[in-house]
């Protein structure tokens, strides 16, 4: 068996947000005899409170005693690479904006990048010039500088782009900060303090630039106050414009979500900086008496949240719809709030649906009776005959509401699965009621022909995806193990597929830059390009072996599913790295293969009644190598197995700075997409729930051998890793194949459903991962002696008894998901029988430990 041998940096002072990027970490593991170091390195995986001791703030290295000075050099090396990698930019955004000219038009990057020394991460803006030339052929010019963003939380554009709306969450008790912008200068700013509310999410415009929309933490209530006479009741008088109150949750719902905190809509108007529900009317609607009113209410730090929601919903993504007989509503998603909020994030199989609430305005007392007063706090569920409606978006004609659903989630129990797409038609005149027809636009996609649509697994949606034909939208979604650009038809239901057809890399919208009239000329061959329409879109492609690039995508001709897109490079600023990361990645290349499922039969339960077998259908693999790799004499390089969590997620064939670091390093990376994953068809990822343990850790094995006899791997140089599920996978391997793996690793792991049922802010993905279909019904929050043996066989630590593998154990303290707990279990299990362990724990991590 290879060695292992493991580093302790104690006393080693370097930047501690490498982690960020860097999801599992070996600090120095020499897996292979003669062979460098294996590094998989991460400074947070060092010890965390130690890390910026020095009182200057730069940190120093220290090297750990006993290296001889070829392996410091190398460790000096082999860090230097790692903070390269770490250092390539991120466009996390763009916005486009229309210009005075019509063949120019402007663009705005947000752009990340670690900050290592301050342990945060910096954001800036980068803006461009678009020019189109008269040879159907863009060039962009580029500002000279980004512009950091110091403390900013969100940025939105106004609908027409010459506002820009910034927000400053509060840190501490500090106030939230908004600012209006011009193209010069900040035109309002308004501090909300937090007795008011806390951080702001989920913010729109409306139409005419007036108002926004924003959902906001509720205020923290009060603390009690003791005087020498016992408890001090505080007396806070408030007057309240509107009646009513806004929703609250008030419990905690899971992972990195506060405890005790809720969230309301507010309005905020744009022209005189209140922040009140009784703001949404022009103030020149107004009366001096009525404008005075409100600017006091203002000052006063009196805000009044959206009448009519209850506490009974939490709320979210909220939207201005069209007007109906002269009412704007808001719509917004809401999720009904039950005895126990269980945890959200990631968990697409909690119940919600779309509400709408009318825009509040402001009325003076006298004019408001008790019935209008009553139906505008009527709060209308619009999706009442579906269990899942989110990311409302109105079509640009107001004609029509659509929204995703993940209905296969909450109907199955399956924390994400396959979505669909539906619409209600909006009614223009008339009354708003729950009665609206729902109409299905792209349904669940259960078993896909080879090479076609496998359904939509969508994870944002733009705020306008649409088209210049007003019922087209383009979408990102997740086709195998790739990410995907498509264009949806909600009139038809057509989808097409934008991106190139034959592209393994993964492709992302960035933004739309509207349509654009090209006055051409004829060509060599007597094509007229004259009044054809050229729409455009930016969008970010890139592989494991490439980093990302902007590309700019042109539809010439009319709007169609066969219609014809032409993809240019862009020579973006973000693209630039250290020579060395370039060259190394030059040097590699990658491969989505598939691979055959080895027992078909055990997916054959229902014989003749099963149509469709999905299920065994190949799965995905994406392979990473050395294209000079020699194969002469079965020289392999080391294989590592990567492992995504989930276990209903994907791992795409997008850049990652960990796996590109890995593979710099002269190791092969072998990334399976187990059965059950997303973008292969809701029957294939519905074959998993009751088999975890089983079928998935046959999937990897199945992978690792498909590898190893297509001469892609030597199979005693085989590592392992995953983090949550797929640590789960990873100590479930260990046990179940104890002579195939040299190492492991697994951050916040799955070890021992027993244990984790009782603990986690999920538990019902306990009963459902591990009893299938039936799960869902049995859930129950106080499981028996049955229900315990049932999880525990289902559990890596079933087979710890068996376990050789040195393993390496990354454990954030402030996980809710997996807790801390299972990981502790399972490690000390592991030393008591005596397999070389070592548990590197986050004090102030969550389950992610992206922090």
Partial sequence: M?????????????????????????????????????????????????VMDNTGGIPTIELPVGLDTATQEEYVSVSKLLQEFTDIPTIDKAWTFKSESKDVSRAMFLISQPNLLANKRRKSILSSHILQKSNNSVSFHWAPFPIEMSGVSAMIPSPSGSKLLVVRNSEGDSPTHFEIWDQSEVKKEFAIPRSIHGSVQGISWDSDETFIAYVAEEPEPAKPTFTSFGYKKKVVQIKIVVAGRAKVIGKRIGEKLMLGKGSRPFLLSTFTGITSCTCAVMLNELTASQIKFLKQTFCSGEVCAVAGVGRELSVGQVVWSPSIDGHQYLVFVGWPSDSRKLGIKYCYNRPCALYAVKAPLFKSEASVTRSNAAEDLLVINLTQSISSAFFPRLSPDGKFLVFLS???????????????????????????????????VVPVVMCPEDGCFPGLYCSKLFSKPWLSDGHTMVLSSVWGSSQTILSVNVLSGQVSRISPDKSNSSWDILALDGDNIIAGYPDSVSTTLNNLVFFTVFKVCSSPVNIPEVKYGSLVGKISPDAKWSWLDVLCPTTKSSEKALSLLASLQFDVMKIPVRDVSENLTNGAKQRCFGASKPFEAIYVSSKSKSRMHDVHDPLIVILHGGPHTVSLSSFSKSSAFLASLGYSLLIVNYRGSLGFGEEALQSLPGKIGSQDVNDVLTAIDYAV??????????????GSHGGFLTTHLIGQAPEKFAAAAARNPVCNLALMVGTSDIPDWCFFEAYGSEGKSIFTE????????????????????????????????????????????????????????KVIVFPNDVHSIDR
Avoid: C
């Avoid at 209600?424 to 027809?437: H, M, V």
């Avoid at 006899?709 to 890793?721: F, T, Y």
């Fill in 406 to 440: 993940a209905k296969s989630s909450v109907d199955s129990g399956a924390h994400s699965a396959t979505e669909s797409l539906h619409k209600i038609q909006w009614p223009s005149n008339g009354k708003l009621d729950p009665s609206l027809k729902i109409v299905d």
């Fill in 2 to 50: 290879p060695n292992l041998r493991i580093l302790h940096f104690s006393n080693i002072a370097l930047p501690t947000q490498l982690h960020s990027h860097f999801k599992l970490s070996f600090s120095s593991v020499s897996l292979f005899p003669k062979r460098k170091p294996f590094f998989y390195l991460s400074s947070r995986s060092l010890p965390v409170l130690s």
């Fill in 709 to 722: 006899d297509n001469g892609l791997a030597d199979p005693s140089k085989i590592a392992v890793l995953g």
């Fill in 782 to 837: 106080s499981p028996s002696a049955e229900h315990h043996a049932t999880l525990y066989s289902k559990s890596p630590i079933s087979h710890i008894s068996k376990v050789k593998t040195p393993t390496l154990f990354l454990l954030g303290a402030q996980d809710l998901r997996v807790p801390i707990s299972t990981g502790i279990q399972y490690a000390r299990a592991l030393k008591e029988k005596g397999v070389e362990t």
